[in-house]
């Protein structure tokens, strides 16, 4: 049964209980020649043409249907079979791997896996029609993509090292937080957080924890008339003198100065980098640990 007399000649085998494998064997017929045929003679369909790929259809995989699969890959070992499965598990996909399964698929498809599958297909049939006798079977490999979990960037690997951190000082960082416990919440030792905060923030830790208090006043001057010295303690400044100092730091003015519009200039207001300004304010850093 085909509705496409060109493009790769996939053979369906059924081993449903409902003998349902027609009706998804439709699902390709638009890109691929699909003939459905009975497991014990396929080694005669593999003679009479070059076939592309080896379909078996199960809805619950039981002990005879999978030896069948075993049995055609050893039958035609040059061509690659797809498995298709309704019932799925961690340990049925394993054993479709080490079996040689060309596509492991569950089902019921979508349309993107059909997509995905059906561009895999045609990679793999072009392949084979360019290819000469003697390489045949190195072409019937299949390498899939690697999940989005896996293809992640390193620096992406790096900022979830830090994720529960980061989050936890977004949180609380009007209060006194521990490098040690804050690597804890990493599963990293504290001179590793430390090394890897830097790495992916720019800033240590603290210097993060004080951009973020400094944008909690600035927030709190703009928008409501509590008294500044109050403003400094909510963000977690014990010092109003220290609190003014890293303001006018990072600011370019003081807080009085910045509640009463005195700001400077956007081109001279420091909004750059905290690692640029950090050799300038040394104390800042202490961020009144102690008190």
Aim: proline content about 6%; charged content about 25%; overall charge neutral.
């Amino acid at each position: 049964m085909s509705n496409s007399p060109q493009g790769p000649l996939l053979l369906w085998v059924d081993l449903t209980h409902d003998r349902s494998t027609e009706a998804l064997m439709n699902q390709f017929t638009a890109f691929s020649e699909c003939r459905l045929v009975q497991a014990h003679s396929l080694t005669d369909s593999t003679r009479s043409r070059r076939v592309d790929m080896i379909c078996m259809h199960f809805d619950r995989p039981d002990a005879l249907g999978l030896n069948q699969l075993q049995q055609v890959k050893r039958a035609a070992p040059s061509i690659p079979i797809s498995m298709f499965t309704v019932q799925h598990s961690e340990e049925l996909a394993v054993w479709a791997m080490r079996s040689g399964v060309w596509e492991y698929v569950t089902l019921p498809l979508s349309p993107a896996e059909l997509q995905r599958y059906r561009q895999a297909l045609e990679r793999l049939y072009e392949l084979r029609q360019s290819s000469n006798v003697g390489s045949r079977r190195a072409l019937s490999e299949h390498y899939p993509e690697l999940p989005p979990s896996i293809r992640l960037t390193v620096d992406h690997q790096k900022h979830q090292l830090l994720v529960r951190a980061t989050q936890y000082i977004d949180q609380h960082f009007c209060e006194n937080l521990d490098q040690k416990e804050l690597a804890l919440l990493c599963g990293l030792t504290p001179s590793r957080f430390s090394r890897l905060f830097r790495e992916v923030h720019g800033v240590c830790y603290l210097e993060y924890m004080l951009g973020k208090r400094l944008e909690f006043a600035k927030d709190r001057l703009d928008n409501t008339q509590m008294p500044i010295t109050t403003i400094g303690y909510d963000a977690g400044f014990r010092d109003p003198s220290y609190f003014a100092r890293a303001f006018k730091q990072f600011v370019g003015c003081t807080p009085s100065e910045y509640r009463n519009g005195g700001r400077p200039l956007a081109a001279v207001v420091v909004e750059q980098d905290l690692q640029d300004a950090a050799p300038a304010y040394p104390d800042a850093l202490r961020l009144d640990v102690g008190s």
